[in-house]
């Protein structure tokens, strides 16, 4: 926030924002909060993609267009290979058990 000194003479001060008119002070300090407000707006954005994340047909901040679906179906496919993985394991432990006892 930049002020404009109208009459540097008589300790005058303009404000852009809000048109005020006021005298320059030595106590008082003015900052600028535009890189502020920069690394809010941000902040948001990263924020909003962690919400995002949750959602498996969001997009990513920094993913590719067209890759809403990604994490639903590997989620899946990821899933139904386990499952297949550990039938079978199960399958095959109770095969061997049935085998040990002389049931087949």
């Known amino acids: 926030m930049s002020m404009i000194h109208v009459a540097p003479e008589a300790h005058l ?13 030595e106590d008082i300090i003015s900052y600028s909060m535009d890189p502020i407000m920069v690394q ?34 590997a989620g899946f496919y990821g899933n139904a290979f386990y499952g297949i993985i550990v039938g079978l394991g ?10 040990a006892l002389g049931g087949i």
């Open 13 to 25: 001060v303009l404000d852009p924002l809000t048109s005020l008119l006021a005298a320059e002070r």
């Open 40 to 73: 809010l707006d941000e902040l948001d954005k990263i924020a909003d993609d962690l919400v995002n994340s949750l959602s498996p047909n969001k997009p990513l901040l920094s993913s590719f267009a067209g890759r809403e679906n990604t994490s639903m179906q």
């Open 90 to 99: 199960v399958a095959g432990l109770l095969l061997l058990v049935m085998s």
